[in-house]
């Protein structure tokens, strides 16, 4: 069983950056693909990024494409989403989520494991 707690959220203006982390324990974290997912009032849970268990592979919403980043580092067991040049409309709760397989994973359902999620706030 793996556990996953994010942290790393806050409030920040338009323009700003924020660095998500993702800190996982419970199995080896080098056997799974990561991604991360947000949620905003009202709306469904959607995909965000994703890396293989390398980190050498990986995918993004276009929504974020070029502003976020995501990245892993196997030898602390964490997994981060970069993101900047935030938008009003980036304000949800962010999720880190892990797949027990070592491919990309777009959809919820493909991942096994989640995080409690942590609020971002981006502020016109």
């Known amino acids: 069983q793996v556990q996953l707690a994010e942290s790393g959220g806050g409030l920040v203006q338009a323009g700003g950056s924020l660095r998500l982390s993702c800190a996982a324990s419970?199995?080896?974290?080098?056997?799974?693909?990561m991604g991360w997912f947000r949620q905003a009032p009202g709306k469904e849970r959607d995909f965000v990024a994703s890396?293989?268990?390398?980190?050498?592979?990986?995918t993004y919403a276009d929504s974020v494409k070029g502003r976020f980043t995501i990245s892993r580092d196997n030898a602390k067991n964490t997994v981060y989403l970069q993101m900047n040049s935030l938008k009003p409309e980036d304000t949800a709760v962010y999720y880190c989520a892990a797949r027990d397989k070592y491919g990309l994973g777009f959809r919820r359902y493909e991942y096994d494991y989640w995080g409690q999620g942590t609020q971002v706030t981006v502020s016109s």
């Open positions: 890396n293989n268990w390398a980190g050498g592979i990986t």
């Open positions: 419970g199995g080896t974290f080098s056997n799974y693909a």
